[in-house]
């Protein structure tokens, strides 16, 4: 578990499902994600299933569950894929549109960076996103990302071929 001024980054729960269901439903949230809006109630518990039965400390996905302390609500998720060797992870974050634009995915993307480089000794994180996804790359910039290529038509999504942004953070990099 990893605590912010303002979040709590924990591991899902059963009761989690409904909430997941809803942000990920919305197709202003899903618009630029693999999965398809809206969630049923079902895949919502089974990824809740699977989610909660993955460990931070073993190679593969690991979805935090981001939810707002004061309000004991879920607002979110960022899943972190632990590669083998353990030294390196990609990662992914998704946030309810109500939650957007208060700095929770910048907070929350700070304390998943901290863990994994200074606390578990990390030695790179990348992240990809759609190119027309402008909003999450400002914020991995902002985290501190750089920019690493721009690979075209890379990404089947929905019905047509997307360019991906590829970013990349050194463990030795300004954050």
Not at 46 to 70: H, K, M
Not at 102 to 120: I, K, Q, S
Request: aromatic share 8%.
């Amino acid at each position: 578990m990893l605590d912010t001024p303002r979040l709590t980054l924990r591991r899902f729960r059963a009761e989690d499902a409904p909430a997941l269901a809803a942000y990920r439903s919305d197709p202003e949230v899903a618009h630029f994600k693999s999965w398809t809006a809206p969630v049923s109630a079902e895949t919502a518990r089974a990824w809740v299933r699977d989610f909660a039965a993955a460990s931070p400390a073993e190679p593969g996905l690991f979805p935090y569950a981001i939810e707002l302390t004061a309000e004991r609500r879920l607002i979110g998720d960022i899943g972190v894929r632990l590669h083998e060797n353990l030294r390196q992870a990609e990662l992914g974050f998704t946030l309810a549109r109500d939650a957007q634009g208060h700095g929770y995915a910048t907070e929350a993307l700070r304390a998943v960076l901290a863990d994994l480089f200074d606390t578990r000794g990390l030695h790179r994180v990348s992240a990809e996103c759609d190119a027309r996804n402008l909003r999450s790359a400002a914020l991995l910039e902002r985290v501190g990302f750089v920019l690493e290529g721009r690979p075209r038509q890379a990404t089947w999504l929905k019905g047509e071929w997307t360019d991906d942004l590829v970013f990349g953070l050194l463990v030795t990099d300004p954050r």
